[in-house]
C-alpha cells in the first residue's frame, strides 16, 4: 500500500527534527522542491531526487548551527487527495545567535505514489537568516542585486 501525503509529511517532520531522515530520500525520481521566496544565492527549484539530495547534503553544515529542541508540524488536507498542506516549526537554541529561536515555515505538497512529486517551501528569508545570524549578509545580496 501506497503511503499517504500525511504519512510522507510526518517523514519531512523526522528529517527536520534530525531523526535520520534524509530528504531527498523522500522525492519521486522525477520531483521538484521549489523555494518561492528564495533569498538571493539560493535556487528557486531543483528539479528531481539526485539534484534535491545533493543540494541538502551541501547544505546541511547550516544545521549545526542550530540546536533543534522540537519540532512541530500541523497538517491540513486540502480538495486534493495528492496535496496538504503542512505547517512546520521548530524551536531550539541557535548558535549564531547565542539564544533561544524558533522558526516556522509553510509547505504545500503534492505526493504520488507514496514519494513527493512536487514541495513548495515557503520560508521567511528574513526570519531564517536572522536564525543563522546572516542579516548582514541576506542586506549585501539584496543591495547588491
Known amino acids: 500500500m501506497s503511503r499517504s501525503p500525511r504519512d510522507v509529511v510526518e517523514d519531512v517532520r523526522r528529517m527536520v527534527a534530525g531523526e535520520g531522515v534524509v530528504f ?3 522525492f ?3 520531483g521538484v522542491l ?3 521566496f528564495a533569498p538571493p544565492g539560493m535556487p528557486r527549484e531543483l528539479a528531481g531526487r539526485d539534484t534535491i539530495r545533493e543540494y541538502h547534503s551541501a547544505a546541511s553544515s547550516r544545521r549545526s548551527l542550530l540546536e533543534i529542541e522540537g519540532v ?3 497538517v491540513r488536507g486540502t480538495d486534493d487527495p495528492e496535496v496538504v498542506v503542512v505547517e512546520i516549526e521548530h524551536h531550539g537554541h ?3 545567535i547565542g539564544g533561544p529561536y524558533r522558526f516556522r515555515a509553510l509547505g504545500v505538497v503534492r505526493v504520488r505514489d507514496g514519494e513527493i512529486a512536487e514541495y513548495d ?5 528574513i526570519a531564517m537568516a536572522s536564525v543563522l545570524g546572516r542579516t548582514q549578509d541576506l542586506v549585501a545580496a539584496l543591495t547588491a542585486a
Open 24 to 26: 531527498g530520500d523522500l
Open 28 to 30: 519521486a525520481e522525477d
Open 34 to 36: 521549489r523555494y518561492p
Open 72 to 74: 512541530d508540524m500541523i
Open 94 to 96: 541557535s548558535r549564531a
Open 121 to 125: 517551501d515557503y520560508m521567511d528569508p
